[in-house]
Structure formats: structure tokens, C-alpha cells
């Protein structure tokens, strides 16, 4: 079978050396150009990934004239995820962004309003959903080990975006650095809040198969100095309950090294049981009214497509499946609304209805 040829483009979100890697390890995926403005920031991955010259570009349109790939990897400040899809998306190939979906859901639906117009798919990555503890209590609770469910909590983060680059390689920010970031400002769609929160709420609408929240209630803080929040808690009341998403930067770890406290991760409450989901552990908890003191259960061991994004995405080209699940814009799009009324509800100092 032809390989399939993949551009990445813009890597203002450090994911993309992430992505490509994925990309580099799949027998059936050829990596055909790279892009960005600054070259400096594609050094690592032409390095890595051996990229001849001529797989190279500092102008988009150029690069996806001359590879003509079958998908793109996305990778831009959240404020520019819909000018990049619908700059892509003229070209026809499959598009997929990493996370968040986007700055607003008016931008969101710009985005899937190009890759429907395009007749291609548009993906939305967020990494926790190839977490395998994640998978295992998705599928718990679908197989009603805790019944009906009623709450999702969620709490996430680590000690800040710039503390680390691809692959978790770690760094020291500096006042400097953040005052350059996109992450840290307001216009470009930063802050722990837009970075994190979708996590949770499109995480969590998976959780609830689908399900919406009639109101959200938020707060958010940032610190001094700053003009984005590192810190924001989210109240959604559903028909069932009320369902929490907190976002951080500045835990006092970074949960792929050591979990900080509060753990971050996601704890499930069913009609009939409850399940501790936390990020990158080997075991889950589940609490059921057979067996209250609860226990630990062994997660899922994933296999291929399903171990991470871009062979899961791969597969759905090939085979011509549907996105399910998070990656999926139905999904996603839900999320998205769920973050919108969150930033409308923290900037009023209110509770607000789901918008719309």
C-alpha cells in the first residue's frame, strides 16, 4: 500500500515534534514536508527525522503545493486554528489539529465548515484520550460497571507549557520566555483555561456519551503580571448532577514524572459505583456497591490503531471509518461549548446558560 504523505505546519505548540514522531514510526505514513516561519523551530524534527532540504518550507501555500499531502498536522496558537484549517483545507487533504479545538466555538465552526466543504476529515487531538487508564474507565462505564453516570471530575495541568518541550523534554522558563509565548498571551488564545479545559469537558462528554450541560459556573486567576489565567475551576450542571473541570499551571509536579496533589486525572461517579482515573497510572480504582472497599484494576493494554493519535487517524483514512470518541468534531464541538460558556461565565462573574 501507498504511503500516506504528511505535512506538519506551524509549530507554535511544542505537540508538533510529538505528532511527527508518531508520524516517523508509522510503516505507512511518509513524512513529506515541514513548515514554519521560523526555521530554528523545525531544527529539532529535521534533525530527528533525517528531512532532506527539499522537505523544508517557510510559506504554507508553497509547502502544500509542492507536497500535495494526503493529511496535515496542525499545530498554530489556539487563535489561529480556524485561519490555518481554512487555509488548508483548499488543498484537499485530511486535517488534523492538536489540541484545543479552537479560541472560540464561532472558530470551531469555521473549521468544520471548511473540512465538510473539503468532503475530508478534521480531527481534534487531545492527548489524554491515548492515556490507557483513561480508555480503561471509558470502557467501564459504558459496560455500566457503576451504572448511570452522574459526575465527572477532572483535574489537570502541570507546572506550566514552557517547562518542557516534545517528548516531555524539560526546560527552565525564564520571565523572558513567557513574555514571548503565545501560551501567555490573551489575543493568541492562551491561558491554562483555554489550554486545559477542553481536555476535561471533551473528555468528559465522551464520559457522558454525548450528553450536554444546561449551565456552567467559572472562576479564573491569573497571576501578576500576567493577562491569561493559570488557574480556573468549572461547575457544569447536567440533568444528572453537577460535573467539575479545574485547569493549573503551576502544579507542584509534572504528572508524567511524579503526580502531584491534587492528582490529575479524572474520578467518575456512577448511580452504583465510582472510578479514579489518574493521568499515565497503571491501575484504575473502581468503587461498586458489590464491593465498596473498592478496587485496583490493571488498565487496558492498547494496541494498534488505537495507541495513539496518528495511527488511529491513519486508520480512519485507510478504512474510510468515521472519528469516533474525542478526536471527533461532534464530540469536540460539545467541549467547545462547554469552554465558551466558561470564559463568558468567568468574564461576567456568573453563571450563564450553555451557549449556543
Known sequence: MKKLRVVGLNFDHMHMGDLLRQCFEHPAVEIAGVCDDDPARMQPSVEKFGLAPDRIFTDPRKCLEATRPDFVVLCPATARHAEYVELVAPYRPHIFVEKPFAATLAE??????????????????????????????????????IGALQEVHFYDGNRGPLWHTADKLETTPTAAMKRKSWFYSRQRGGGSLLDYLGYGTTLGTWYHAGRKPIEVTAVAEAARGLEVDEHSIVVARYACGLSKFETRWGTFTDPWIHQPQPKCGFVLKGEDGTISSY??????RVQTRANVTGEMVPVDQLAAPLQNAIQYFVHCIQTGTPLEGPLAPKIARIGQQIVDSAVLSARLKKTVKLVE
Open 108 to 145: 470551531a465552526d469555521r473549521m468544520i465548515a471548511a473540512a465538510k466543504k473539503a468532503k475530508r476529515l478534521l480531527a481534534i487531538n487531545w492527548p489524554l484520550r491515548w492515556v490507557p487508564a483513561h480508555v480503561t474507565a471509558h470502557r467501564l462505564v459504558r459496560e455500566g460497571r
Open 279 to 284: 493521568d499515565y497510572e497503571p491501575t484504575i
